[in-house]
């Protein structure tokens, strides 16, 4: 990577504020969840209330003098604030609580850094943090900022925050040409399966909300799937199953979460095209958080922000296993309730799939003669065969439910209809 990483392990005071314009308010238990998957130890946390951000430092000058003395008493080497600092703002802040200062765009980004396992994955993270920090430089070069000069230092009239910015342009700009092969390379793939009339399901839905397990559960795969904020990052492709006999591709991606960083939006373009070209998505959510709501608004608007807010979705509330007082299957509301741990509910998820992509099963009665065993073994084979009977000249009777593209297909296959 060509940013580091910091060293997990540091004694952490995380600060959240409550902003009324723009309105924000914060989830302290989230944000605890997010610094602790970057490995800081939480010695001291701060809150407050403000009209409006203080322009030079964010929570203002009586705050600020509090923290100070908290990063004091804890011997806190860091502080994290939930909130989208300026370079001015985390400067000042520093100068005045002599501690390092993040916000919540460098703590998602340090996380994204270590949960990225894919050439893509990496990139995409290498873009989204030079995005972040070109505006800092300054913080680390203050020292250089003269022109250069003397004996041997004698240049051509740059300094050295010039340079650098230079060559982080130069790098910005080779990442982007990277991104943008991996692009073209999805869209090739994308179009195949365009061209042999292979739909694409993409789960999107908010960060530890299940998409991982229940991509395994619908899959039969075996990705990495944990309890804990961004365990995906890296997009994976495979096919699924339906009934009827119907296939479809499905594709887990990354989870969204409350304030997005934009410059993670813009890197992840590449993966997030998956949902924003998908013939249909599952919107998965967390259905027993308390914050439900706020998280389906989240996802919302990142889905708006990439072009995605018009894809057909399917509504799947999950951990329905944590909720008794919910049947699993399809509510009123067109929701559909289930447990990616349990299976609870995938019939009618299953049956939600298969409509939306336009291939619902229908229930079909087949004769075949006793000359037709082949048929018979395809049926069985791609097919829920219902029921079958045998009459007494060896005729059989089938009973199937089939979607309506296999159904053709395997009347071309044997040369005649079903």
């Known amino acids: 990577m060509f940013i580091e990483r910091e060293a997990g392990g540091e004694r952490a005071v995380i600060?959240?504020?409550?902003?009324r314009d723009p309105w924000y308010e914060p989830d302290v238990t989230e944000f605890e969840s997010l610094v602790l998957s970057a490995g800081a130890d939480i010695v001291g946390v701060l809150t407050a209330n403000r009209q409006k951000p203080s322009s030079a430092n964010y929570i203002g000058s009586g705050k600020v003098e509090e923290l100070a003395a908290l990063v004091q008493a804890t011997e806190a080497e860091l502080v994290i604030f939930d909130g989208h600092l300026s370079p001015s703002q985390e400067r000042n802040l520093e100068r005045q609580i002599k501690a390092r200062v993040i916000d919540r765009s460098g703590l998602i980004l340090d996380i994204f850094a270590s949960r990225a396992q894919t050439f893509e994955g990496k990139l995409q993270v290498e873009l989204a943090q030079l995005d972040h920090i070109r505006t800092r430089l300054v913080r680390g070069w203050t020292h250089l900022e003269r022109q250069k000069g003397g004996i041997g230092l004698r240049g051509p009239g740059?300094?050295?925050l010039?340079?650098?910015?230079r060559l982080l342009d130069a790098r910005v700009m080779a990442l982007k040409g990277r991104l943008n092969k991996v692009r073209r390379t999805r869209d090739q793939g994308r179009r195949a399966r365009k061209r042999n009339a292979i739909p694409t399901i993409a789960l999107v839905g908010y960060t530890n909300a299940g998409k991982s397990t229940l991509f395994n559960a619908l899959t039969d795969s075996r990705i990495y799937a944990a309890d804990q904020l961004f365990a995906t990052l890296d997009p994976t492709l495979r096919r699924i199953a339906l009934p009827g006999g119907a296939s479809a591709i499905l594709a887990d991606t990354v989870g969204f979460v409350q304030n997005l960083p934009h410059a993670l939006v813009d890197a992840f373009r590449a993966t997030l095209e998956e949902a924003a070209l998908a013939d249909v998505l599952l919107f998965v959510q967390d259905g027993a958080h308390r914050d439900r709501a706020m998280q389906a608004a989240a996802v919302r608007e990142v889905l708006t922000e990439i072009g995605a807010g018009e894809v057909p979705r399917i509504e799947v509330m999950n951990k329905v296993d944590q909720r008794s007082e919910v049947k699993p299957g399809r509510a009123e509301d067109g929701r559909i309730w289930i447990s990616a741990h349990t299976g609870a509910g995938f019939g009618d998820l299953y049956d939600a799939i298969a409509a939306a992509i336009g291939q619902p099963p229908q229930n079909v009665e087949i004769r075949l003669s006793p000359?037709?065993?082949r048929t018979r073994?395809?049926?069985y084979a791609q097919s829920e065969v219902v029921s079958e009977t045998v009459s007494d000249d060896g005729d059989w009777t089938l009973h199937i439910r089939i979607s309506p593209d296999r159904l053709a297909a395997l009347s071309?296959?044997?040369g005649r209809a079903l």
């Open 15 to 19: 600060c959240s504020v409550s902003i």
């Open 158 to 160: 740059e300094t050295q």
């Open 162 to 165: 010039e340079t650098d910015r």
């Open 371 to 373: 000359a037709e065993g």
């Open 377 to 379: 073994a395809l049926l």
């Open 412 to 414: 071309r296959e044997v």
